[in-house]
C-alpha cells in the first residue's frame, strides 16, 4: 500500500511553536475512533526524511526499522505492516485484529491496544554494532529518539495524540517474525485520538 499525500485543506496551518505547546504523552486513546491513512502517512512521511548526521552510511539512511500494528486506519486493513522507507509503501505482513497483542506487547497496558495504529522501531544490532562498534547503540537509540519526536510533532500538529510505551522486548520480534528475525525493539509510539474526558 503507497502512502497518500495529506490533502491540501488538511494539511496543519499551526506554527511550530503552537505544536509544540500542545504536544504530551496521551493519558487515554478513543478506542472508538479512527485516523485516516493520509493522516498516518504524513507521519511516516515527515518523521522519516533524513537525519543530518556524521554517523549514517550511507548519508540519509537509516539504522531503525519501523513496524506498525494497525487498528483503527480509515483505508488501510488492521494487521501487522512493514513501512518500506525508500518504496514509501507499507508492507503487510500478516492481515488481522491484533488489539489482544498490542495489549499484551505494551507491557499490558490499554494504551497500545485502544490506540488507532503502533509504530515499533526495531533494528539489527548485530550489524550496526559490527560497522560502529559500540556507538552503534548510541546511534539507533539517538536516532529512533529523532524520529520518534518528529512523530510526535506531526501527530499534535493534525490534532491526534502520542504516547512512548516500554514493552517486552522478545515477544515484540517474535510477533513480527519471521520478517523482524535477528533484529532488537528499540521504540514503541503509540497513537490515536485522544479520549475526550467527560464533564464532572
Do not use: W
Not at 34 to 56: E, M, N, Y
Not at 82 to 90: C, E, H, P, Y
Not at 142 to 159: F, N, P, S
Amino acid at each position: 500500500m503507497r502512502l497518500q499525500p495529506l490533502p491540501e485543506e488538511e494539511q496543519p496551518t499551526d506554527t511550530i511553536e503552537q505544536v509544540i505547546l500542545r504536544r504530551g504523552s496521551t493519558r487515554r486513546f478513543d478506542k472508538a475512533a479512527s485516523v485516516t491513512l493520509a493522516q498516518l502517512s504524513a507521519i511516516l512521511d515527515r518523521a522519516t526524511r533524513g537525519l543530518p548526521s556524521d554517523f549514517l552510511e550511507p548519508p540519509g539512511g537509516q539504522l531503525n526499522d519501523l513496524y506498525l500494528i494497525v487498528h483503527s486506519v480509515q483505508g488501510l486493513k488492521p494487521g501487522a505492516y512493514f513501512f518500506r522507507r525508500a518504496q514509501n509503501t507499507l508492507e503487510l505482513l500478516r492481515a488481522g485484529e491484533f488489539r489482544a497483542q498490542a495489549y499484551h506487547l505494551g507491557l499490558e497496558q490499554d494504551l497500545p491496544a485502544y490506540a488507532c495504529v503502533d509504530i515499533f522501531f526495531l533494528a539489527n544490532l548485530e550489524r550496526i554494532l559490527g560497522q560502529y562498534g559500540n556507538r552503534g547503540y548510541r546511534a539507533v537509540q539517538l536516532e529512533a529518539g529523532t524520529i520518534g519526536g518528529r512523530m510526535y510533532l506531526a501527530v499534535y500538529a493534525q490534532h491526534l495524540g502520542a504516547t512512548g510505551l516500554t514493552f517486552f522486548d522478545d515477544d515484540v520480534i517474535e510477533f513480527f517474525s519471521p520478517h523482524a528475525k535477528g533484529k532488537s525493539a528499540i521504540f514503541l509510539l503509540a497513537i490515536g485520538k485522544p479520549l475526550k474526558r467527560k464533564p464532572q
